[in-house]
Nanobody, 125 residues
Framework: QVQLVESGGGLVQTGGSLRLSCAASGRTISIYGMGWFRQAPGKDRELVAAINWSGGDTYYADSVKGRFTISRDNAKNTVLLEMNSLKPEDTAVYYC??????????????????WGQGTQVTVSS
């Protein structure tokens, strides 16, 4: 079992930046894929960015490529999401996720991952 706690959300103007942090406890995350999902009101939860267990492979949704950067610090058991050039359409609750099985990436389905409680990101126009 792993517990994930997100921080760093808030209100920012269009074009601004935020850095989300996900702190894991209960187990090391060093051999598990990690990711950030988001869910806007009335929309499905979507995968925004993911990073494999070694940090050598990353994935980004087309909507955030070139603006968001995911990274991990296995020594600190944390995952970061650097978000730049934010747009109003980035407004959502952002969730940190950890794959339940080692050496595998996070998956879109709820049961394959552990989840944090979410942090609100609001981008004003």
């Amino acid at each position: 079992q792993v517990q994930l706690v997100e921080s760093g959300g808030g209100l920012v103007q269009t074009g601004g930046s935020l850095r989300l942090s996900c702190a894991a406890s209960g187990r090391t995350i060093s051999i598990y894929g990690m990711g950030w999902f988001r869910q806007a009101p009335g929309k499905d939860r979507e995968l925004v960015a993911a990073i494999n267990w070694s940090g050598g492979d990353t994935y980004y949704a087309d909507s955030v490529k070139g603006r968001f950067t995911i990274s991990r610090d296995n020594a600190k058991n944390t995952v970061l999401l650097e978000m730049n050039s934010l747009k109003p359409e980035d407004t959502a609750v952002y969730y940190c996720a950890a794959a339940k099985r080692p050496f595998l990436p996070v998956r879109p389905d709820y049961d394959s991952n552990y989840w944090g409680q979410g942090t609100q990101v609001t981008v004003s126009s």
